[in-house]
């Protein structure tokens, strides 16, 4: 298949994935789980100077500064335990802004030599204190005099990552596509195990992470970084867009929101007893498909999200007892039409804690704030993670599991059915080439079917190299012709 066709039908999917991640965000928003204690961008008693460097990206941000200056604001204003407006614009990158406070007489704590360098100019034998000056002309986006002290110092003759890695902090793309002309290591490592596409991307500065990529820069990391991945960290549609150009599988990104801990805050707050925590301290399966069932300690979960007051409870560590958790990784979450939120399973913490369970239950938000949630028996509902969920009609289609290895069935794959109207299980018996015991991956609905791809598959935890289309009228499987994806 043409590579433009394969990069073609990547943004196909990218498309349909990044907006259920845009309708998953407005749900959340609507039902109030993305609210934070905490002043996003620090304390409100802080200058409105100190409040836009912390907000605004470089572009914007620079104009404000000029207005701040011009109308005497102190550059150095800064709240009590937080990072001066100086600091703020060096560690983000924002060079134009930082010149600009560093020429107001902001404190930058360096040398003379080391402000001219920021200011643009190139002292004939710079005194930049413990930084190298060759590094710190590209840490301060000053090609000119990264030019003249490279065959100077070692750290340009050696070629060092430093240069790199300083280079693309400053967001300066150009002098990063000069080093690799020079034979510099695109896939450059800092002293705390970042690569260099990997700041470019918690930046979001697509033109220095698309140098890096046009240089060989590796899109998912080295080895062993699979969950903090370059990839992984691409949040704006933008930059995701560049990574599935550079042969990316969508499947790949961390499409939000975070469905790990969303407490539900606007639930009343409830006195718990010691009864009610014995009682109902761990899961059970349901007695019916399905029962619904939501006691005072599991709703309280919800609510809170915390064990701090379980001692007081009677709590103890028990393996075989783990306490009833709504924080979990590998749950799935769906819009209904409606604007009903449903959440699905997921597993808490892992093996070795002693509250680690996976989950077989759906819990309900209702747009007016009522909570319904269900449990089914385990030969109806087993326990189910990092399964995929696509709403089809009126049903919610649950693709993929890891659960526990005694579950786990090589070359098949879990297809579970959750009708949305009185939210009962089905078991849906499919036929063709499945992907396998699958799990970790993402779906889309399309005309022809659910897509499946990406994750991994088991025994192994191997990569799921295959694209797969599940026919939701035949329920056969068949695997896609593109499968050469990253």
């Avoid at 259920?20 to 204690?37: M, T």
């Avoid at 000056?133 to 005099?145: D, H, I, Q, T």
């Avoid at 009609?393 to 297809?415: A, F, H, M, N, S």
Wanted: glycine share 8%; hydrophobic share 35%; proline share 6%.
């Amino acid at each position: 298949m043409p590579v433009r066709a394969t990069i073609m039908k990547k943004l196909e999917l990218h498309a349909l994935f990044q907006a259920e991640e845009e309708r998953l965000q407005r749900a959340f928003d609507d039902h109030g789980l993305n609210n934070e204690d905490l002043d996003q961008y620090g304390p409100k008693a802080s200058s409105d100077l100190w409040r836009d460097v912390s907000e605004l990206p470089d572009d914007v941000l620079s104009e404000k500064l000029r207005a701040h200056i011009h109308a005497g604001a102190d550059v150095n204003a800064t709240p009590i335990g937080y990072s001066t407006p100086f600091q703020l614009c060096f560690g983000d990158g924002k060079m134009e802004s930082m010149r600009l406070l560093v020429g107001a007489g902001a404190q930058a704590g360096w040398t003379h030599d080391q402000v001219s360098l920021a200011l643009g100019e190139v002292p004939e034998v710079p005194q930049t204190g413990e930084a190298d000056p060759f590094c710190f002309a590209c840490r301060v986006g000053n090609l000119k005099a990264a030019k003249e002290y490279a065959t100077q110092f070692d750290s340009g003759r050696n070629k060092s990552p430093d240069a790199v890695i300083a280079a693309v902090k400053a967001r300066a793309s150009t002098i990063v596509k000069w080093l690799i002309d020079l034979g510099f290591d695109p896939n450059a490592v800092d002293d705390i195990k970042w690569e260099a596409l990997e700041r470019a991307v918690d930046n979001d500065d697509t033109s220095t992470a698309e140098v890096l990529l046009a240089a060989g820069a590796a899109p998912l990391g080295s080895q062993g970084k699979s969950f903090t991945s370059p990839a992984k960290k691409a949040v704006s549609n933008e930059m995701r867009v560049l990574f599935v150009k550079y042969g990316v599988n969508p499947a790949h990104f961390d499409y939000g929101p975070c469905l790990e801990t969303p407490n539900l805050a606007r639930l009343p707050e409830i006195t718990l007893t010691k009864s009610d925590f014995e009682a109902h301290r761990s899961h059970r399966p349901g007695r019916s498909n399905p029962e619904l069932f939501l006691p005072v300690f599991w709703r309280e979960q919800m609510r809170d999200g915390r064990y701090s007051r379980r001692e007081s409870l009677g709590f103890t560590p028990d393996q075989d007892n783990p306490v009833w958790s709504f924080a979990r990784y590998g749950r799935t979450a769906t819009v209904l039409p409606d604007g009903r939120l449903v959440f699905v399973a997921g597993e808490h913490e892992d093996h070795y804690d002693p509250d680690f369970c996976i989950y077989a239950d759906v819990t309900v938000l209702g747009t007016d704030g009522n909570v319904d949630h269900y449990i089914y028996p385990e030969d109806v509902f087993p326990p189910t993670d990092n399964q995929s969920a696509t709403l089809v009609g009126k049903q919610i289609w649950l693709i993929g599991c890891l659960g526990y290895p005694e579950q786990r069935k090589d070359d098949q794959t879990q297809v579970l059915c959750l009708n949305t109207e009185d939210f009962s299980i089905s078991t849906v018996p499919t036929s063709g080439h499945a992907p396998g015991w699958l799990h970790g991956h993402r779906s889309a609905l399309t005309a022809k079917g659910i897509v499946v791809t990406g994750g991994k598959i088991e025994p192994g935890y191997r990569d799921n190299e295959a694209t797969f289309l599940l026919n939701t009228e035949t329920l056969c499987w068949s695997e896609m012709p593109d499968s050469s994806h990253s």
